[in-house]
Nanobody, 128 residues
């Protein structure tokens, strides 16, 4: 059984930083692309960032977070991280991590349909 547990969310002032963690069990993340998505109230879940499997070195970012957010992985801990700097009120959302539905390669890194297991989400609130 694959389980993902996010942590690290909270309330922060604009300009501040947070680091989210996503601990995975039941799947070895080094062999799978991993992604972070977010969903604000009344909006659809949107892509934030993704990282390819460990045999590649690709990372992908939404334009809205490029230069401010960084995704990384610790294969020894089977954990993915999202470092968020220079946070803005529009970053307020529930953040979800997900593991890809395909071993090593997926066709569309930015689509929710490319991921099959999701965490429960962690709330990030940025005050102005």
């Amino acid at each position: 059984q694959v389980q993902l547990v996010e942590s690290g969310g909270g309330l922060v002032q604009a300009g501040g930083s947070l680091r989210l963690s996503c601990a995975v069990s039941g799947r070895t993340i080094s062999s799978y692309p991993m992604g972070w998505f977010r969903q604000a109230p009344g909006k659809e879940r949107e892509f934030v960032t993704a990282i390819s499997w460990s045999g590649s070195s690709n990372t992908y970012y939404a334009d809205s977070v490029k230069g401010r957010f960084t995704i990384s992985r610790d294969n020894a801990k089977n954990t993915v991280y999202l470092q968020m700097n220079s946070l803005k009120p529009e970053d307020t959302a529930v953040y979800y991590c997900a593991t890809a539905n395909s071993f090593k390669w997926i066709t569309n890194t930015r689509s929710t349909t490319s991921y099959d297991y999701w965490g429960q989400g962690t709330q990030v609130t940025v005050s102005s």
